[in-house]
T-cell receptor, first 113, second 115 residues
Framework: GQSLEQPSEVTAVEGAIVQINCTYQ??????LSWYQQHDGGAPTFLSY????GLEETGRFSSFLSRSDSYGYLLLQELQMKDSASYFC??????????????FGSGTRLLVRP | DAGVIQSPRHEVTEMGQEVTLRCKPI?????LFWYRQTMMRGLELLIYFNNNVPIDDSGMPEDRFSAKMPNASFSTLKIQPSEPRDSAVYFC?????????????FGPGTRLTVT
């Protein structure tokens, strides 16, 4: 089976940097994705890591260590609009040619002025 | 591009009634996913299709739930009979299966309330 762990809540100040960690256990692993969801909205894709290392996309970066079954999402120069829930999701070994996602329980980020 | 379209956006029904949720994926996407989100259980994958064929329905909670994808541009999730514990937001998502993990695009969701 698969399981993911991430903190339930994180609070940070506008302009600061915050790191949201994710550890996973899965039978077969292909990659780790991150999604953002604002209250009342739908999840939207942020980043994906298949290989070890850091992927940077603007103010957001994502890191993966396959040997440690660990990843994190780094948000820099926090803005009020970054207040949302952030989900890590693992892609287990694919069936057919499609890749499903198993989502963690989400981390609610509150950015304060 | 229209994005993933779901209907209805809100559904309130009484216990025992049949509920049908609808989804139109993004044109050209060949994978379609149905998720359910609740505070208690988070975001759960119910079933997914590749090229209109169900690949994994292990997340479907009970026989009361069924899903179909008769063609590349339409899918339904049906609950019959509905129960109060089925109350949740149901999301449909689509992606392009191309030999690697690709971004899933989520629809706006259907908020289902069963009284």
């Amino acid at each position: 089976g698969q399981s993911l762990e991430q903190p339930s809540e994180v609070t940070a100040v506008e302009g600061a940097i915050v790191q949201i960690n994710c550890t996973y256990q899965t039978s077969g692993f292909y990659g780790l994705s991150w999604y953002q969801q604002h209250d009342g909205g739908a999840p939207t894709f942020l980043s994906y890591n298949a290989l070890d290392g850091l992927e940077e996309t603007g103010r957001f970066s994502s890191f993966l260590s396959r040997s440690d079954s660990y990843g994190y999402l780094l948000l820099q120069e926090l803005q009020m609009k970054d207040s949302a829930s952030y989900f890590c999701a693992v892609s287990p070994t694919p069936m057919d040619s499609s890749y499903k996602l198993i989502f963690g329980s989400g981390t609610r980020l509150l950015v304060r002025p | 591009d229209a994005g993933v379209i779901q209907s209805p956006r809100h559904e309130v029904t009484e216990m025992g009634q049949e509920v049908t949720l609808r989804c139109k994926p993004i044109s050209g996407h060949n994978s379609l996913f149905w998720y359910r989100q609740t505070m208690m259980r988070g975001l759960e994958l119910l079933i997914y299709f590749n090229n209109n064929v169900p690949i994994d329905d292990s997340g479907m909670p009970e026989d009361r739930f069924s899903a179909k994808m008769p063609n590349a541009s339409f899918s339904t999730l049906k609950i019959q009979p509905s129960e109060p514990r089925d109350s949740a937001v149901y999301f449909c998502a689509s992606s392009v299966a191309q030999g690697g993990v690709s971004e899933q695009y989520f629809g706006p969701g259907t908020r289902l309330t069963v009284t």
